[in-house]
């Protein structure tokens, strides 16, 4: 059975999102359409011998992040940005390489911890499938990445 490559787009600026994103990579590694050493995490290629924030640094994780989301079989994406702060707006980051795949033809499956929340509808119609709430951890590591099955979001669309 393939396994696929995944790119995990999501902030990991605070521990809120890196719990997210454990959670995640956790659902996924359980997952046997997943090859679990080959999910790109970015937060874990951050060029560190490099000065933070110089143009150095940005060219490289730039250059670095858009060439493994092109090398991906799916990009999982993790909307959940900054809630803990009322900024109920997905990581302009996040978004940036999900239209990235979309526009490359890569399938993106999109997890938001907080399913009450409204989605923008570019998002809502560039998924493949969305998992949402108490159905994340389930959906992950259920969910066959081989054949893609569509699941649509039921969270409110503007």
């Given at each position: 059975?393939?396994?696929?490559?995944?790119?995990?787009?999501?902030?990991?600026?605070?521990?809120?999102?890196?719990?997210?994103?454990?959670?995640?990579?956790?659902?996924?590694?359980?997952?046997?359409?997943?090859?679990?050493?080959?999910?790109?995490?970015?937060?874990?290629?951050?060029?560190?011998?490099?000065?933070?924030?110089?143009?150095?640094?940005?060219?490289?994780?730039?250059?670095?992040?858009?060439?493994?989301?092109?090398?991906?079989?799916?990009?999982?994406?993790?909307?959940?940005?900054?809630?803990?702060?009322?900024?109920?707006?997905?990581?302009?980051?996040?978004?940036?390489?999900?239209?990235?795949?979309?526009?490359?033809?890569?399938?993106?499956?999109?997890?938001?911890?907080?399913?009450?929340?409204?989605?923008?509808?570019?998002?809502?119609?560039?998924?493949?499938?969305?998992?949402t709430g108490d159905k994340i951890k389930t959906g992950l590591e259920d969910y066959n990445f081989n054949t893609l099955p569509t699941k649509w979001t039921d969270m409110k669309v503007f």
């Open positions: 059975m393939y396994q696929n490559k995944i790119y995990l787009a999501s902030p990991f600026f605070s521990d809120q999102q890196k719990e997210r994103i454990k959670i995640v990579m956790q659902a996924l590694k359980q997952n046997k359409t997943v090859d679990a050493d080959g999910i790109y995490n970015p937060q874990e290629h951050q060029e560190e011998s490099l000065p933070f924030a110089s143009h150095e640094w940005q060219d490289s994780v730039f250059a670095t992040d858009m060439r493994q989301v092109k090398r991906a079989d799916v990009v999982v994406g993790i909307l959940d940005y900054k809630y803990e702060e009322q900024n109920l707006e997905p990581d302009a980051g996040t978004i940036f390489e999900i239209g990235a795949a979309w526009a490359w033809h890569i399938p993106v499956v999109m997890v938001q911890f907080k399913p009450e929340n409204e989605l923008n509808l570019m998002l809502a119609r560039s998924h493949t499938a969305m998992f």
